[in-house]
C-alpha cells in the first residue's frame, strides 16, 4: 500500500520560506516514477507546483519556477518542497503525490501552510 | 500553455440521476485526460485516467470519453457519495494543468 506524508511548519512568515517535506513509504523514490507537489488555497481550485525525479530532474509551474526547489533524500526515502518569498497568496493547503505512467495516483492527506505575520 | 475549462461550475441534481461534466481544452491534447473527485477535506482522488480508463477501484458508475479538445465523465445513477468537486486535467512535458472544478451538488 504506497502511502505519502507530507510534513512542515503549519505558519510561515511573509518573505520567509516554506519548507515541506513528504514521507514515500509502500514505494521507493528511486523507483521510474516521478513525485510531484500541488497546492490548493482554501476556497480554489488545484495547483500543480512541480515535479521531480531520483536522478534530480525537475519540472517546475512557470509562474512558479523563479521561487521554487524540489530536492530529493534517498536515505530518507521522501522529497521536499521549498518555496521562497512566500505572501499570503501562497496560504493553502498543499498536497504531495506519486506519478505513475503520466497518471496522479497516489496522494498525501495535504497540509495546511498559512502565510501570516 | 494548455487551459482546461470545465462546466458546468455547479451542477444540481438528486440521488440516481445521470450526471455529465464536460471539459473542453484549449488546443487538442496530444496525451490523454484524467478526472479527479475530490470531497471536502480530502484530498483529489484519480477517477479516470487516458480520457476513459477507470482507476483501480473506481465503481463502473463512474466512466470518461473523448479525445481532442472535448472530453466528458458521466456519473450515472448518482450515489450519496458522489456529490463532490470534479476536476479535469491534463499533463503534457513536465507541466500538469487542471481545470476549474465543477461541484455536483444535491437538489
Known amino acids: 500500500q504506497v502511502q505519502l506524508q507530507e510534513s512542515g511548519p503549519g505558519l510561515v512568515k511573509p518573505s520567509g520560506t516554506l519548507s515541506l517535506s513528504c514521507a514515500v513509504s509502500?514505494?521507493?523514490?528511486?523507483?521510474?516514477?516521478?513525485w510531484s507537489w500541488f497546492r490548493q488555497p482554501p476556497g480554489k481550485g488545484l495547483e500543480w507546483i512541480g515535479e521531480?525525479?531520483?536522478?534530480?530532474?525537475?519540472n517546475y509551474n512557470p509562474s512558479l519556477k523563479s521561487r521554487v526547489a524540489i530536492s530529493v533524500d534517498k536515505s530518507n526515502n521522501q522529497f521536499s518542497l521549498s518555496l521562497n518569498s512566500v505572501t499570503a497568496a501562497d496560504t493553502a493547503v498543499y498536497y504531495c503525490?506519486?506519478?505513475?505512467?503520466?497518471?496522479?495516483?497516489?496522494w498525501g492527506q495535504g497540509t495546511l501552510v498559512t502565510v501570516s505575520s | 500553455e494548455i487551459v482546461l475549462t470545465q462546466s458546468p461550475a455547479t451542477l444540481s441534481l438528486s440521488p440516481g440521476e445521470r450526471a455529465t461534466l464536460s471539459c473542453r481544452a484549449s488546443?487538442?491534447?496530444?496525451?490523454?485526460l484524467a478526472w479527479f473527485q475530490q470531497k471536502p477535506g480530502q484530498a483529489p482522488r484519480l477517477l479516470i485516467y487516458?480520457?476513459?480508463n477507470r482507476a483501480t477501484g473506481i465503481p463502473a458508475r463512474f466512466s470518461g470519453s473523448g479525445s481532442g479538445t472535448d472530453f466528458t465523465l458521466t456519473i450515472s445513477g448518482l450515489q450519496p457519495e458522489d456529490f463532490a468537486l470534479y476536476y479535469c486535467?491534463?499533463?503534457?512535458?513536465?507541466?500538469?494543468?487542471f481545470g476549474g472544478g465543477t461541484k455536483v451538488e444535491i437538489k
Open positions: 503525490a506519486r506519478l505513475e505512467s503520466g497518471n496522479f495516483d497516489y
Open positions: 509502500g514505494d521507493s523514490i528511486t523507483s521510474t516514477k516521478w
Open positions: 521531480i525525479y531520483h536522478s534530480g530532474s525537475t
Open positions: 488546443q487538442t491534447l496530444s496525451t490523454y
Open positions: 487516458d480520457a476513459s
Open positions: 486535467q491534463h499533463r503534457v512535458s513536465g507541466l500538469a494543468t
